[in-house]
């Protein structure tokens, strides 16, 4: 299993490879991956992926995916090109979709003869309430339409999930112990919870079953980035001890 540090994804949130790079180097050996979302891969584009892992760092490539089948697929087959390790779509999409990127991450990290991406399903986003839900059409309470989905893209064969962690124990109870749970929206109890309608502790997310942690803001606007990391890591090494 991995240790504490590695269960940190850090979101690399900035809008330019050589903040990105300085991240890379500050974190390197803190965190076990490094997210690049969408407003720094449509800024530097997959030069970005290559220049992280020419630097060592593993890549959690958070594009979140959401098209036609044809279109994901192809684009899981880039995307697994560049070594990502991880790879998001929204299992909104349905089963037809979240099959097709699997079939297609596996396809491209072959080619290049690499490891396939874990092709993650988003399910609802963290920044979404309950009445937001409503408000879309989409059927709730959040934690209706978080296992719903989920199952969904489990049974189509993504191997993980990405969830707010209020669901987390209620996912691992249904989904048992293979698939990842990555989650966002971690707040260490100091921190503000921003725009995350659903956030919560490190600790309780781990406690609850989340295999693994994506943590942005709380370290990079810490006085001490690295302090803070390290924090969080301890914090996750109480959960696992427990």
């Keep these: 299993m991995p240790g504490p540090h590695e269960r940190i994804i850090f979101a690399v949130d900035v809008d330019s490879s050589t903040r990105a790079f300085e991240w890379a180097a500050l974190l390197q050996g803190e965190v076990g991956m490094l997210k690049v979302g969408l407003e720094l891969f449509v800024s530097e584009g997959p030069s970005v ?12 490539l ?14 899981a087959q880039q995307a697994a090109r560049l070594g990502a390790e991880l790879l998001t779509v929204h299992a909104s999409g349905g089963a037809a979709m979240v099959a097709a990127a699997v079939e297609g991450a596996t396809q491209g990290a072959r080619e290049v003869r690499l490891p396939a991406p874990v092709v993650l399903a988003v399910t609802v986003l963290t920044s979404i309430s309950d009445a937001e839900l409503d408000a879309v059409g989409m059927r709730g309470p959040c934690e209706d339409a978080v296992l719903r989905l989920g199952k969904l893209a489990v049974n189509a064969g993504a191997q993980g999930l990405v969830c707010s962690p209020r669901e987390t124990k209620l996912l691992r109870g249904e989904i048992g112990k293979a698939p990842l749970l ?14 995350q309608a659903r956030a919560e502790t490190p600790a309780k997310a781990i406690a609850d079953g989340a295999s693994l942690l994506v943590v942005g803001r709380p370290i990079r606007e810490a006085a001490d980035p690295v302090a803070r990391t390290r924090e969080i890591a301890a914090e996750i090494d109480r959960a696992l001890s427990a």
């Design 182 to 195: 990555v989650v966002p929206g971690i707040r260490p109890a100091s921190s503000d919870t921003h725009d």
């Design 49 to 60: 992926v290559h220049g992280l892992r020419q630097r060592g760092a593993r890549v959690f």
């Design 62 to 75: 958070d594009l979140k995916l959401h098209d036609i089948p044809n279109t994901v697929r192809q684009s």
